[in-house]
């Protein structure tokens, strides 16, 4: 029996804030998101206070997790400062560790992955989650263990592109599952949410379902877990930066000038924060008829070659516009996994291969520092 939001609330009825008073009752409690047993909704309070409202957090975790039907829950505490208030600031000259970071110490990786690499985008409409997909089947095949996080907490792909309908089972109830498909262990916020549902998420809160999907989910032994990020350059990207050991970055644009701007921000964004830029990907590089063969390159071609070249990163391949990507996408048929043998599975294999000689050849990082001019 699924739960509802009405049962939900009247069960935080019972958790009291640090005033006392019922969390329903605080104005603290974003909407509340209930359905197929799973259950969403934050917790806004002032900076100042986060400390005191951390138990409360954890006491309306409980509670939701122990109503019947429900299977997940996701509760995260959002801080906000109040109008007016500075943030506090360093000392002149010197330099803040990163969030999540102690100043000189390792970052904490997941237990038992060995590697992890996102796949970014400056922009949306690029085919990122499609490159993703296929370059974490070309890994595979490989020989190589590897997972695959859908980290775009508002625009979640992964869902469509395995075609995969089925729930993630919940072990102890604590801990997620993640499913296997075509060989990939695969985790998304997409599985746990309904397709039409609208994330209207804080970055907080978009930070402590990173997380939860990063710690909380039993990946497993894997030699390489490949996150799907959102595009852009925001709170997701840098918590993977700064909380997440990551060996590598890849850059996922369209050869045409205003898609290279947004792709030339990212390789900027993840050098500044000290992770490896492993390459540049040109997706929709050119289209052949398939009817003439006529090639015609309807986004321009080679942008994204000469911005690598330029901004000092290693070029990745070329992957052409072509319907049976797109058709076999929709479908959840990656191709990598379906048409070993095509000349579209081929070409992200050899960017696979470019990849993993990359990560054959890497170390670690430490935790990057932002200095804070006075």
């Known amino acids: 029996m699924a739960v509802n939001k009405e049962q939900v609330l009247a069960a935080l009825e019972g958790v009291a804030s640090p005033s006392g008073t019922p969390l329903p009752r605080t104005g603290a409690l974003s909407d509340v998101v209930a359905g197929d047993s799973k259950v969403f909704f934050s917790i806004s309070v002032d900076a100042a206070e986060v400390k005191a409202w951390e138990p409360v957090r954890k006491r309306a975790e409980e509670v939701v997790r122990a109503l019947p039907g429900v299977q997940s829950a996701l509760v995260a505490l959002t801080a906000e400062r109040r109008a007016g208030a500075a943030p506090p ?218 911005e690598a070249q330029r901004l000092g990163v290693p070029f990745l391949g070329e992957v052409p516009l072509d319907m049976a990507i797109r058709e076999k996408s929709d479908a959840g048929l990656p191709l990598v996994a379906t048409e070993p043998d095509g000349p579209h599975a081929r070409i992200y294999r050899d960017i696979a291969a470019k990849v993993a000689d990359q990560l054959k050849a890497g170390g670690g990082r430490a935790a990057p520092k932002i200095v804070i001019e006075a």
Request: hydrophobic fraction near 45%; aromatic fraction near 4%; include cysteine.
């Open 89 to 306: 600031r360093p000392p002149q000259g010197r330099a803040m560790p990163a969030r999540g970071a102690p100043r000189g110490e390792a970052l904490q990786g997941v237990p038992d992955v060995a590697a992890i690499i996102a796949v970014a985008s400056g922009k949306g409409g690029v085919g990122k989650s499609t490159t993703a997909v296929n370059l974490a089947l070309g890994l595979s095949a490989l020989g190589l263990k590897v997972g695959i996080l859908d980290a775009d907490i508002y625009g979640p792909s992964l869902p469509k592109l395995l075609a995969i309908r089925e729930r993630p089972q919940t072990i102890g109830g604590t801990r997620l599952k993640p499913i296997t498909r075509y060989g990939l262990t695969v985790m998304s916020i997409g599985f746990l949410i309904d397709e039409d549902t609208a994330m209207i998420w804080r970055g907080p809160m978009v930070i402590s379902a990173l997380t939860q999907m990063l710690r909380e989910v039993e990946w497993g032994t894997l030699d390489v877990m490949v996150v799907d990020m959102p595009p852009g350059t925001g709170d997701a990207q840098l918590t993977m930066a700064q909380q997440v050991p990551l060996k590598g970055a890849i850059i996922v644009s369209t050869p045409q000038d205003l898609a290279l701007i947004d792709a030339r921000r990212g390789v900027s964004m993840f050098k500044r924060v000290n992770v490896p830029v492993l390459g540049v990907i040109e997706n929709m590089s050119y289209f052949l008829c398939p009817h003439c063969g006529t090639r015609s390159d309807i986004f321009g071609h080679g942008g994204a070659r000469h």
